[in-house]
């Protein structure tokens, strides 16, 4: 029995962070229900490319779920959804603030008809403040939040993170507020809102720059693949491509340089200290690439495992599902889709032991589920 068995989750969230979200919670065992707009559906489902017709986007992001088709602008379609809403243990939806409540569904009239209810929001900025009513969009989200400024090279623009970071790490906070919420509920008998903002989410992992700025008073600036308070600690290039290191210790340091045979830099002046070595840290790259253009990757990879030094080869994505830990661990799973065939798609990154995720339900077709669980909802009124 997986850890959320009998757990019953109202989305009505679409894209990426919700659904991210609420497939979490899927896998986990929980009956997540996806509300959709019975034309189109989850927006991502007609994204490029596709797979027999289906949007690759949406299948790697809801299965585990059922899908309902329900116009919540229809007198019908709006009291379906509230007659869920009274078994349901959870909502979560991506709304701009304001627009639930235009429709009958803000979280006071939802709480009033199911006090028990976990109700969550994820938003751009919050359900409150002067930017509440702003829609949220990843890219702008990163813009906003000074992750672009931080990412690039000096001599070059602001860039945005390569997947849509903000989205994730919401979904992420998501669950665990809605976990969060219903511990407590164990205790009170009572739901609670849970307010996500993205803006805070990408705010939240920004503490290191942020500990710089308020500790000096002086914005840091965008360093490239360097690292702003440890060095080495940055891709450097060897013979046949390029191999990342993280020496974040004096320990550390003590082991690369016997790596490499080169203990004089271990005792260099300009590379003594870890603060020398930021301060010095291009004298300090021109000495170890110097090094290392005469070693492969694999070459360095062999030394700095034997001394215990962090390193890895910097890999294209499908390098990256050609690592031994994909195969070993199980990082690729393959669903069975009755429109699609087989799904190739990631597995659950939180490993159980005793009550592992199940994977039951594979991405559904728009509707597939309104029926079913309109019927059973009839039933039990």
């Known amino acids: 029995m997986a850890p959320l068995d009998g757990l019953r989750v109202i989305d009505l969230t679409r894209v990426v962070a919700g659904p991210f979200c609420t497939m979490m919670l899927g896998d986990m065992g929980a009956e997540v229900l996806k509300i959709e707009e019975p034309e189109h559906g989850d927006d991502s489902r007609g994204w490029a490319p596709f797979i027999a017709g289906t949007g690759s986007f949406y299948l790697a992001l809801n299965r585990s779920k059922k899908s309902v088709a329900l116009d919540l602008k229809a007198p019908e379609g709006a009291a379906a959804l509230r007659r869920l809403i009274e078994t349901a243990d959870v909502l979560i939806e991506s709304f701009r603030p304001g627009s639930l409540a235009e429709l ?61 970071i903000t989205d994730y790490l919401a979904g992420l906070y998501a669950i665990q507020g809605i976990l969060l919420a219903l511990t407590d509920r164990q205790k009170s008998g009572l739901g609670q809102r849970v307010d996500i903002a993205l803006f805070e989410a990408m705010l939240s992992v920004m503490r290191l720059p942020l500990s710089v700025l308020l500790a000096t008073g002086a914005t840091p600036s ?160």
Not at 110 to 133: D, F, H, K, V, W
Not at 241 to 263: K, M, Q, S, T, Y
Not at 363 to 373: I, K, R, Y
């Open 104 to 164: 009958g569904f803000d979280y006071d009239a939802m709480s009033a008809l199911n006090p028990r209810l976990i109700y969550c929001s994820i938003s751009g900025y919050g359900q409150t403040g002067p930017a509440a009513e702003l829609p949220g969009y990843d890219a702008v989200i990163q813009g906003e939040a000074g992750i672009m400024d931080m990412t690039g090279f000096p001599d070059g623009a602001p860039t945005r993170v390569g997947v849509a």
């Open 222 to 381: 965008r360093v490239g693949n360097d690292h702003l308070n440890i060095a080495p600690y940055e891709p450097l290039r060897a013979q046949d491509g390029l191999i990342i290191v993280a020496v974040a210790n004096p320990g550390l340091w003590g082991r690369f340089c016997d790596a490499i045979e080169r203990p004089a830099l271990r005792d260099d002046p300009r590379f003594r200290t870890n603060t020398d070595r930021v301060v010095n840290r291009d004298a300090l790259k021109h000495e170890i690439e110097t090094v290392f253009r005469g070693l492969t990757v694999q070459e360095l990879t062999r030394r700095f495992e034997a001394k215990n030094v962090p390193c890895g080869r910097v890999r294209s994505i499908s390098e990256a599902l050609e690592h031994p830990q994909v195969a070993a661990r199980e990082v690729l799973m393959v669903q069975q889709h009755p429109q699609v065939g087989n799904v190739e798609t990631l597995a659950p990154v939180i490993r159980l032991s005793r009550t592992p995720a199940e994977v039951r339900l594979p991405p559904p077709a728009l509707g597939e589920h309104t029926a079913e669980v309109l019927a059973v909802a009839d039933r039990h009124r």
